[in-house]
């Protein structure tokens, strides 16, 4: 299998999520509420189509964002930081998949202990879901010698979307 790098053809980016995302399909399927909406498959019988169907589209909306996020580099002149597209597209998107089968994406924010010092780290259902999903996005993205995108900016993003766009709705 091909390494990805910045010079990669699309159909090698394609080829390389749709392979890392069918390996973490089974994690997903569970994770997306999936499995409860479909339940576990009788004797027989496997769910091999739809968890296909997943991996498709999650692979779609991936390197959609990837493709949108070159456009945005290539338009970029100006200093600063570039603006963060893949939050902006694919934080609503995959909440959008998530909320098919969960009745809400609520975070939680969780106090732990790491090397005796109190931290706050984000946890729930959507927020393991992201991390899940965007492993093999923040290898591709560390290939290329640019910031790993932080799950917990994605999930805020998107509930803040969110958030933003049922409250617009309700004055409308």
């Not at 080829?15 to 994690?27: C, G, K, N, S, W």
């Amino acid at each position: 299998m091909a390494t990805l790098t910045p010079t990669a053809s699309l159909s090698d980016i394609i080829e390389q999520f749709e392979h890392r995302l069918t390996d973490r399909a089974p994690v997903l399927w569970r994770l997306s509420g999936l499995e409860e909406e479909y339940g576990l498959p009788l004797p027989g019988m496997s769910y091999a189509r739809e968890v296909k169907e997943m991996t498709d589209e999650f692979t779609g909306m991936i390197v959609s964002a990837i493709r949108l996020d070159m456009q945005a580099q290539q338009r970029h002149k100006g200093v600063g930081r570039p603006p963060n597209v893949i939050a902006r597209y694919l934080g609503p998107a995959l909440l959008s998949f998530f909320l098919r089968c969960r009745a809400s994406a609520g975070r939680q924010s969780v106090v732990t202990s790491i090397k005796g010092q109190f931290a706050q780290m984000e946890a729930g259902t959507f927020y393991n879901f992201l991390e899940s999903l965007f492993e093999p996005v923040n290898e591709y993205w560390l290939g290329l010698n640019r910031q790993p995108i932080s799950v917990a900016h994605l999930a805020r993003s998107a509930l803040n979307k969110r958030r933003e766009l049922l409250q617009w709705s309700r004055r409308h």
